[in-house]
């Protein structure tokens, strides 16, 4: 027997988590923004990060933009790929 995947359960889980990070990182920016730089560092290896330094802090708006943006990216990028996985699930 085959396990699909309830899509949209799955979609609105992977939402909320990205959510979560992203809300997570946005704290980190502000108490602690080198830690921030340290990791991107060592994630991108030869990319010189503090060209790209804010010189000012993200405002409200902003942040509800990359809040509604990230959730709904990861919502379909997840829809779209748990809805391939339950047809290519059937087909296997």
């Not at 939402?15 to 108490?31: D, M, N």
Request: charged letters at 10%; one cysteine or more; hydrophobic letters at 60%.
């Amino acid at each position: 027997m085959i396990n699909l995947l309830n899509v949209q359960a799955f979609a609105n889980s992977f939402a909320v988590v990205g959510l979560g990070v992203y809300v997570v990182c946005r704290v980190l920016s502000l108490i602690a923004p080198e830690l921030l730089f340290n990791i991107g560092r060592s994630w991108f290896h030869t990319i010189n990060l503090d060209a790209v330094k804010a010189v000012a802090p993200m405002d409200f708006g902003t942040f509800i933009l990359g809040a509604v943006s990230t959730v709904v990216l990861v919502w379909v990028s997840v829809y779209v790929a748990a809805t391939l996985y339950n047809n290519w699930a059937k087909k296997g």
